[in-house]
């Protein structure tokens, strides 16, 4: 009767025994770098971002941003998406505050979206990116606050209470 347990690879063209396999080799992605071992504070939804700051963000990535820098200006933002020179301005300036756009430079032209947040391509670049960029945590600026508290006030504001009903008038219909 065979043992359980023993098992060996054998070569069976020589009938030798083959040493064991190797240990797993640990994968680039195994380290802290995925995109699943940092989760931002602040969601996206709550940072109260505009239509011209999501269109730039998908202009963004659409061109090569999510991978690696790109040169963005100001004019061919605004001419894809349809606004004028002023917001996209805004919007990358906002975006770049936000910490989900990264300047390579400070007076460069080229960006890259937040690796922690965006990414597209192999592991072994995302490492890369992550230590090359150092990216912060993406954080809510003052707009992103406010609406959050005008939020929460609105819904302090209709905290469950009694239910109102039709009243009656004094001739006996409802108003």
């Known amino acids: ?5 023993n ?5 069976l063209d020589t009938g030798a025994v083959l040493p064991a396999p190797k240990a797993r080799t ?3 992605m195994d380290g802290s770098y995925t995109l699943n ?15 011209a700051e999501w269109a730039t963000i998908d202009w963004v990535r ?3 941003g999510a991978g690696a820098a790109v040169k963005v200006t100001a004019v061919a933002v ?4 349809h606004a004028t020179e002023t ?8 975006l770049v505050k936000l910490n989900i756009l990264l300047k390579t430079s400070p007076r460069s032209q080229t ?24 990216p912060p945590p993406i954080t809510p600026d003052a707009k992103a606050i406010a609406a959050a508290t005008k939020a929460a006030e609105k819904a302090a504001a209709k905290a469950p209470g009694p239910r109102r009903t039709a009243k009656s008038t004094t001739n006996g219909g409802t108003r």
């Open 1 to 5: 009767m065979a043992r359980r347990g």
């Open 7 to 11: 098992i060996a690879l054998v070569n």
């Open 26 to 28: 640990p994968h680039t």
């Open 37 to 51: 071992a940092y989760t931002d504070d602040a969601p996206l939804y709550s940072l109260a971002l505009s239509g």
């Open 62 to 64: 659409s061109n090569g």
């Open 78 to 81: 605004a001419q894809d998406i």
């Open 87 to 94: 917001t996209a301005k805004t919007a990358l300036a906002r």
């Open 111 to 134: 960006y890259q979206l937040n690796p922690r947040r965006f990414w597209e391509g192999s592991g072994d670049a995302q490492v890369q990116a992550c230590r090359r960029l150092d």
